[in-house]
């Protein structure tokens, strides 16, 4: 299916609206600055682009809101866990894990 491809395309996959060169929100830009932050190597897509992974990609997660990290397969959350796993020092072994 096509949503699993995807989110298997990286080991740490950033669903998005927008790039990381072009966020095209609030959201979006500030994971791309706390993933750009950690050095650890992850890749986007571009939700904006793509009405069918965008509805499909929220049923698939039960997760309503983007940005949606994924590691290694599995749904990590958006922006807010994101930043909790930052301030408790978790965040980089959570993404290196998928290393």
């Known amino acids: ?3 699993r491809a995807l989110i298997n395309l ?3 996959m950033l669903f998005m609206k927008g790039n990381r060169e072009e966020p095209r929100c609030g959201f979006s830009r500030k ?3 706390i993933l750009d932050s ?6 986007t897509f571009d939700i904006l682009g793509d009405e069918e992974i965008r509805q499909g ?3 698939f997660s039960n997760w309503p809101t983007y940005p949606q990290v994924y590691v290694n397969g599995e749904l990590i959350g958006g922006l ?3 930043v909790e796993l930052q ?3 978790q965040l980089i072994p959570t993404l ?3 290393s």
Request: glycine letters at 4%.
């Open 80 to 82: 807010d866990v994101v």
């Open 96 to 98: 290196t894990q998928a």
């Open 31 to 33: 994971i791309v600055e």
């Open 10 to 12: 990286h080991p740490v």
């Open 87 to 89: 301030c408790a020092g």
């Open 1 to 3: 299916d096509r949503i």
């Open 57 to 59: 990609l929220k049923k």
């Open 38 to 43: 950690t050095k650890v190597s992850y890749e």
